[in-house]
């Protein structure tokens, strides 16, 4: 109800920096409760996917994340946020604040596009390996 009344603050943070959707995150407000308008609106106003901003604020697998991928466009998950400049799956893994790396949508978001893993992984370190040996 409260984010229905007061749409116009959604971006609006209180005199310690917070904004609704930190408080919306933190005491866990459900998906049909308010945090899908949260997400979306908030998605939008930092110029960033709704994807990135659920993985952001720790919206659990089985809390409609998977429904958020599923709605996605194709390679969305290959789109590096704007603000930190890193994948869904990787700012899922952060423990930031109100994330505490929920494991199902890490798992999942890995599990849906294993090439990004495989670009940051065994093989780029045995390249990077080769490369300082070289020098």
């Not at 109800?1 to 933190?26: C, E, K, L, Q």
């Amino acid at each position: 109800d409260v984010v229905y009344h007061f749409r116009d603050r959604i971006n609006t943070a209180d005199s310690f920096g917070v904004y609704p959707i930190d408080v919306a995150a933190r005491y866990g407000l459900a998906w049909d409760h308010g945090m899908k308008e949260s997400i979306v609106m908030f998605a939008f106003l930092h110029d960033t996917t709704e994807l990135h901003m659920c993985a952001k604020y720790g919206v659990q697998w089985e809390n409609e994340m998977d429904v958020v991928l599923a709605c996605s466009g194709v390679g969305i998950q290959e789109k590096e946020d704007t603000s930190t400049c890193l994948y869904p799956f990787m700012i899922a893994a952060l423990e930031e604040k109100y994330s505490f790396g929920d494991l199902g949508s890490i798992y999942h978001l890995i599990k849906s596009n294993l090439k990004l893993v495989r670009k940051f992984g065994v093989d780029n370190v045995q390249e990077q390996s080769s490369k300082k040996r070289k020098k």
